[in-house]
């Protein structure tokens, strides 16, 4: 799996939106981008995921860039409880076998009241 | 929404001595994996599980090591003789059949501490 940078913190006020990067520069044609996130020590959660084209759902959208070497995710409203580490992961397509996800060390998102 | 439930969410044992690890998948779900979370570090793939085999498994799960479903609702890790090492937050995980790629959701985890 292509491997992904992403800042290690940041820091985003309550009510605005958190746009959280994601480098992926060397990611192949079949390789999807997902991203979890992880509130304190609980088990990840499950945020959104996408191949090439922007995503959204009740939780967050994903902007991909046309060359998909990067991508965003935007947490339109951030709350207190957005507060976690989020993970971008590129994994590649589950039809071909390959069903772990590999976390990196994701960023660390504190929203401030 | 429906949960992976893991239990206990605490174990204490001593190094050498079994443990076993419990979950509760979602009940459609037919995917089951297993992650750990040592103190401060990533969280790591250990075992992916379908239609009563391993699917995958990384270099992590070795032979101390087993995945079991003994029943239609639960899934087990066993570690045979635990070492200082297997110190972790242990996750188990589960998904649909479909579509492929699907997500995967996580239980709250077992905080296993070996002395």
């Known amino acids: 799996d292509a491997k992904t940078t992403q800042p290690p913190s940041m820091d985003c006020a309550e009510g605005r939106a958190a746009n959280l990067p994601c480098n992926h520069s060397?990611?192949?044609?079949?390789?999807?981008v997902y991203w979890y996130r992880q509130i304190h020590s609980q088990g990840p959660q499950y945020i959104i995921h996408?191949?090439?084209n922007n995503e959204t759902n009740e939780m967050a959208s994903l902007i991909i860039t046309e060359d998909r070497k990067s991508s965003t995710l935007i947490l339109p409203h951030a709350t207190l409880r957005d507060t976690a580490v989020y993970y971008c992961i590129v994994r590649a397509d589950p039809n071909f076998g390959n069903e772990k996800l590999t976390f990196g060390t994701g960023t660390r998102l504190t929203i401030i009241p | 929404e429906p949960e992976v439930t893991q239990t206990p969410s605490h174990q204490v044992t001593q190094m050498g001595q079994e443990v076993i690890l419990r979950c509760v998948p979602i009940s459609n779900h037919l995917y089951f994996y297993w992650y750990r979370q040592i103190l401060g570090q990533k969280v790591e793939f250990l075992v992916s599980f379908y239609n009563n085999e391993i699917s995958e498994k990384s270099e992590i799960f070795d032979d101390q090591f087993s995945v079991e479903r003994p029943d239609g609702s639960n899934f087990t890790l066993k570690i045979r003789s635990t070492k200082l090492e297997d110190s972790a937050m242990y996750f188990c995980a589960s998904r649909r059949l479909r579509p492929l790629g699907e997500k995967l959701f996580f239980g709250s985890g077992t905080q296993l501490s070996v002395l």
């Open positions: 060397t990611i192949s044609g079949n390789e999807y």
């Open positions: 996408g191949l090439k």
